[in-house]
């Protein structure tokens, strides 16, 4: 699957829809490329918590990167729809989806993606989950987060506007509960003893989105 275009992998998925949605997303989102740039060279398996309908993955094995990837989301309907489009591009034995609360972490053990859902958490559930995926990454591995930070920027009160309708709309059940800052997040990734960098990851929107890569030290095993 390794040559495979986006619009090849958007071809695994049922719908009109999504077929479409996930074209545009390949093609205008930088968190896909981000962290495939930041897990690159290794062997190690990829967790990845609030999977949604497990593109990253699709994405990732496209290019040829992972030898497993396991997807972790609540929704059932998201979880179905990925199940099938992984049957359809043939990764059964790679790629596994299941229907999980971010509670429940299975003991795999490797690199872990967060990608735009510490915010749909209260602050304490953010805060035990962050540790939950610091106890999942094995030495050299990457817990790669992308997340709206909580500063005083238009960028922020742009993204507040939005999942405010997001939530009106029923599009994300509950909504936003809580938007950490950078330093709530650093903090405990600091103490861990994992080395991290913060950067913007706009791409081609108005909202306050970042990414956030901490790394455990030490040589992954072969």
Same mark, same amino acid.
């Given at each position: 699957?390794?040559?495979?275009?986006?619009?090849?992998?958007?071809?695994?998925?049922?719908?009109? +829809?999504?077929?479409?949605?996930?074209?545009?997303?390949?093609?205008?989102?930088?968190?896909?490329?981000? #962290?495939? %740039?930041?897990?690159?060279?290794?062997?190690?398996?990829?967790?990845?918590?609030?999977?949604?309908?497990?593109?990253?993955?699709?994405?990732?094995? =496209?290019?040829?990167?992972?030898?497993?990837?396991?997807?972790?989301?609540?929704? /059932?309907?998201?979880?179905? /729809?990925?199940? =099938?489009?992984?049957?359809? !591009?043939?990764?059964?034995?790679?790629?596994?989806?299941? #229907?999980? &609360?971010?509670?429940?972490? @299975? /003991?795999?053990?490797?690199?872990?993606?967060?990608? &735009?859902?510490?915010?749909?958490?209260?602050?304490?559930?953010? !805060?035990?989950?962050? %540790? !939950?995926?610091?106890?999942?990454?094995?030495?050299?591995?990457?817990?790669?987060?992308?997340?709206?930070?909580?500063?005083?920027?238009?960028? +922020?009160?742009? #993204?507040?506007?939005?999942?405010?309708?997001?939530?009106?709309?029923?599009?994300? $059940?509950?909504?936003? %509960?809580?938007?950490?800052?950078?330093?709530?997040? $650093?903090?405990?990734?600091? =103490?861990?003893?994992?080395?991290?960098?913060?950067?913007?990851? +706009?791409?081609? #929107? @108005? +909202?306050?989105?970042?990414?956030?890569?901490?790394? $455990?030290?030490?040589?992954?095993?072969?």
């Amino acid at each position: 699957m390794a040559s495979l275009s986006h619009r090849d992998i958007a071809a695994c998925y049922d719908s009109r +829809f999504q077929r479409g949605y996930v074209r545009g997303k390949l093609a205008s989102d930088p968190v896909y490329a981000a #962290t495939a %740039q930041a897990i690159g060279g290794s062997a190690l398996p990829l967790l990845d918590i609030g999977c949604g309908i497990g593109l990253l993955g699709l994405y990732l094995h =496209a290019r040829g990167m992972l030898p497993r990837y396991l997807g972790l989301d609540r929704d /059932e309907r998201k979880i179905a /729809e990925g199940r =099938a489009a992984v049957r359809r !591009a043939g990764l059964q034995n790679a790629i596994e989806l299941r #229907t999980s &609360d971010a509670a429940a972490l @299975p /003991e795999l053990r490797g690199h872990v993606a967060l990608l &735009d859902m510490l915010h749909y958490l209260p602050r304490e559930a953010q !805060a035990a989950l962050l %540790q !939950a995926a610091i106890g999942r990454l094995a030495l050299g591995g990457a817990l790669v987060i992308r997340s709206v930070l909580r500063d005083r920027s238009w960028r +922020f009160h742009a #993204t507040r506007a939005e999942e405010l309708w997001l939530r009106v709309s029923g599009l994300i $059940r509950g909504g936003a %509960q809580h938007y950490p800052s950078s330093e709530e997040l $650093r903090q405990p990734l600091e =103490a861990a003893g994992l080395a991290v960098s913060v950067s913007p990851l +706009f791409g081609y #929107t @108005p +909202f306050n989105s970042y990414l956030l890569v901490a790394r $455990r030290p030490g040589q992954a095993a072969a």
